[in-house]
């Protein structure tokens, strides 16, 4: 069938080729028009009980997760030259486009009774304050606890403000611009006033490491095409398979992007690897076609017959090989994590791609070309790699017992390592500990606990139930004191924060009187809120009146407490979670109260979670699925069991060096699992096959048909692998961990299943060929 094929591809290849350029040039338009995703929420399936609370709460309460904070240290802050020119900082802030609202000290309000006992709402310091009067003012703005531990930490001296942006613009690329105009302005800030400027916010978190993919994508490309480029033309010793090779990737690079907008996807930090993916995978199949190319020539002399025999013989080691490479990405389709499906679908449809650009381009384009002289062929008769593979060989044959005993301790160190292995996620966690983004965040974790949204909801049963009873007061006020008491959760804005502070007005203004009021107050406050709280469809609300809508629903019926807590990670998450909550229920009987913990902090790690135990669930369905690929092409039950212990035995030894390295269980890191089981697998089926092949046509028995095969096979597996270690060895620039992680954890397992591949996995067809002699003699002796 394989000769057939090729028949037709070099008979219709002038028709084959313009098909194939026709199809790149519609690809490469819609390359053009893939956009880059802001979006870190859709790890979550939508059908995860958090994921659906936190839609309920965005329903009620709109996002917690578009606030950009900016903060500095200084205990100088007061000083009119500098507090002038913060004032000015927060008003050209507040003028950036898509800005909604700047909280900081310059915007800091204080309420006043007036003359017929209602509150005005007064700003504390005027756009241009008189120098003279900023102590006075500054005094009068720390008299109030409602800002303490909001805006400022008077045991550290820092100060931060909370920029808050439209959410629509953050879904777009126009983030990018306002996050940058902020800097912008912070730095000329700080520059001036020598101040080290803090910056951080889920916004600034996710925009910042979006534009990081987006530039290590270029980066990646540029040094994968440059590394494998170097190694084919040392292999090869001809510019023109290095062109033909290089055109082949570059194509199947164009066809992902292009995949990635035909189905409406957009380039995130797990499908902005999938283009230098292409390049790796797709450079293998160019070498085991050329390199069969090359041998056949060396022994027909004629170069249409070794195209025909190169496709015939290779044709169906390349199709499984990109099959099983296939499986082991697309498996994610079938997670229920949106970023997975997407990564596993563009991937799987794109290293099948692979398959067929090669296919057609190869044979059809060296049809063409001159055949190879000895120049280019010469590599089939290196040296040193022939003493490489008589060393493997005499490996095999003389110390098959040696061998076997080091596999066996390797794998038995390695399961100990393993059980050592911990799954555990942080919102930052792929970036280095020197990295801005994550010392600013530390920045703010130390003097302010934190700026990761952790959201409580206190659903009352009851329409108007917020502002019912006093004792449900009293209760919210307990809840928001034990949270705040926790080192890891920080004060944010609460409704009983915003009534105290209304009570402290009311009173007369001095810190004694910033509490709850009591049971006369309530019934005399509880109007004025009311009043208040239906002002939410007025066009002109005060700033109170925002305050306080934003933090009850329309029926005033859900409370919402919203605090801040560190990026403490998935493993002490829910620890928390399980002290805090037995807590809350104490005080807020569930027959008359429902509580609702949520937030952005929560779903974003739970969405890491789900990623881990879902690529491990994916890596069983991978195992399996190649498992039939092997056994439909093989249909040798001993033929398959040797292939699967071949490749079962790299992982395991990757898994345990994790494990004693204490690299941790992350999405990153599990993803080297299915990644590298789907391209080791390759070089596995790539031996087997000529094993077979070979053993058919020479009718050789099995030491010699082994023999054949190491030094058939060895000199394109061992570059190939050396190509795939290269090529995954770029993420090792990455400025993410979990990058890095992927790159050297996966050259590592393909450095390992090419070693076991040229040694285990013949010593083990040994094994095989004495077990059947063995088996025959006893049913010899039977018969006799």
């Known amino acids: 069938m394989w000769h057939r094929i090729a028949d037709f591809v070099l008979r219709f290849r002038i028709l084959l080729l313009v098909l194939l350029f026709a199809v790149t040039g519609v690809m490469g338009y819609y390359a053009s028009k893939v956009e880059l995703s802001y979006d870190f929420t859709n790890a979550i399936p939508t059908d995860n009980p958090k994921y659906q609370d936190y839609q309920r709460f965005r329903n009620m309460f709109g996002e917690d997760g578009n606030t950009m904070m900016v903060g500095v240290q200084t205990a100088d802050l007061f000083k009119p030259e500098i507090f002038m020119d913060y004032v000015a900082l927060s008003r050209d802030i507040g003028k950036v486009k898509s800005v909604e609202n700047v909280l900081g000290i310059p915007a800091a309000v204080t309420l006043v009774q007036d003359s017929v006992k209602k509150l005005n709402v007064l700003r504390i310091f005027p756009d241009n304050p008189d120098p003279a009067a900023i102590d006075s003012l500054e005094g009068l703005f720390k008299s109030l606890p409602f800002y303490k531990g909001l805006l400022y930490n008077d045991k550290t001296n820092a100060y931060v403000m909370a920029i808050r942006i439209n959410k629509q613009t953050l879904a777009s690329k126009d983030r990018t611009r306002v996050i940058n105009e902020i800097i912008a302005l912070g730095d000329a800030f700080g520059k001036k006033h020598r101040l080290e400027v803090h910056y951080s916010g889920l916004p600034h978190i996710r925009t910042q490491m979006a534009n990081k993919v987006q530039h290590e994508l270029r980066v990646f490309l540029m040094l994968s095409f440059a590394l494998t480029a170097v190694i084919l033309l040392i292999f090869f010793r001809s510019i023109l398979a290095v062109l033909t090779s290089m055109i082949v990737v570059a194509i199947g690079v164009i066809w992902s992007f292009g995949t990635l907008a035909l189905l409406g996807y957009k380039i995130t930090i797990l499908t902005g690897v999938i283009p230098p993916l292409v390049v790796v995978i797709g450079i293998p199949n160019c070498v085991y076609f050329l390199n069969k190319y090359h041998t056949e020539y060396a022994q027909l002399n004629s170069k249409i017959p070794s195209l025909r025999n190169m496709v015939g013989k290779m044709g169906i080691v390349t199709l499984f090989t990109n099959l099983t490479a296939a499986i082991?990405?697309?498996?994610?389709?079938?997670?229920?994590?949106?970023i997975l499906k997407e990564f596993g679908l563009v991937s799987g449809i794109?290293?099948?791609?692979?398959?067929?650009i090669s296919l057609v381009f190869i044979p059809a384009v060296y049809s063409f070309l001159p055949a190879p002289n000895t120049r280019h062929t010469s590599y089939l008769e290196s040296k040193w790699m022939n003493k490489l593979l008589d060393s493997l060989s005499t490996l095999v044959f003389h110390n098959r017992r040696l061998l076997y005993l080091f596999t066996i301790a390797i794998c038995g160190v390695s399961v100990i390592g393993m059980l050592r292995l911990k799954a555990v996620g942080h919102i930052v966690d792929d970036l280095p500990h020197s990295d801005k983004i994550y010392t600013d965040l530390k920045f703010f974790e130390k003097n302010f606990k934190g700026v990761m949204p952790l959201e409580i909801i206190v659903d009352t049963k009851k329409k108007f139930g917020a502002l019912g009873?006093?004792?449900?007061?009293?209760?919210?006020?307990?809840l928001t004191n034990m949270l705040e008491s926790r080192p890891e959760i920080g004060g944010g804005l609460t409704l009983i924060k915003g009534i105290k502070f209304a009570r402290q007005g009311f009173s007369g203004g001095a810190v004694e009187e910033y509490r709850l009021p009591d049971q006369f107050e309530f019934s005399a406050l509880k109007p004025y809120l009311v009043s208040m709280l239906r002002k939410r469809d007025n066009n002109n609300p005060n700033p109170m009146s925002k305050l306080l809508n934003s933090f009850v629903d329309t029926n005033i019926q859900n409370v919402r407490i919203s605090v801040n807590v560190a990026d403490i990670g998935s493993v002490e998450m829910p620890k928390l979670l399980d002290k805090i909550k037995p807590q809350a229920e104490q005080l807020f009987d569930t027959a008359q109260y429902k509580l609702t913990f949520t937030g952005t902090s929560i779903t974003f790690l739970e969405g890491s979670k789900f990623i881990i135990n879902s690529l491990r669930d994916s890596l069983i369905w991978a195992f399996a699925m190649i498992l039939v690929c092997m056994i439909v092409l093989f249909r040798n039950w001993r033929i398959v069991l040797i292939a699967v212990v071949t490749n079962i035995v790299p992982l395991l030894i990757t898994a345990g060096i994790m494990g004693w390295l204490n690299v941790p269980l992350?999405?990153?890191t599990v993803l080297v699992f299915s990644v590298a089981l789907g391209i080791t697998v390759d070089v596995t089926i790539r031996f087997l096959v000529n094993f077979k092949q070979e053993l058919a046509t020479h009718n050789e028995d099995i030491e010699q048909t082994v023999r054949r095969s190491?030094?058939?096979?060895?000199?394109?597996?061992?570059?190939?692998?050396l190509i795939l270690m290269a090529g995954f060895a770029v993420?090792?620039?990455?400025?993410?961990?979990?990058?890095k992680s992927l790159g050297y954890l996966?050259?590592?397992?393909?450095?390992?299943a090419m070693i076991f591949n040229l040694t285990l996995q013949p010593a083990l067809l040994l094994w095989m060929d004495k077990a059947k002699k063995k088996k025959g003699d006893i049913r010899g002796k039977k018969t006799l």
């Open 666 to 668: 992350k999405p990153s």
């Open 746 to 752: 996966t050259s590592l397992t393909l450095f390992l």
């Open 350 to 356: 794109n290293i099948l791609g692979l398959f067929f």
């Open 710 to 721: 190491i030094h058939d096979t060895g000199l394109s597996i061992i570059f190939t692998s």
């Open 328 to 338: 082991g990405f697309g498996v994610f389709f079938f997670t229920k994590s949106v």
């Open 469 to 478: 009873s006093l004792e449900t007061w009293e209760k919210l006020d307990s």
């Open 731 to 739: 993420f090792a620039v990455s400025e993410f961990d979990g990058t």
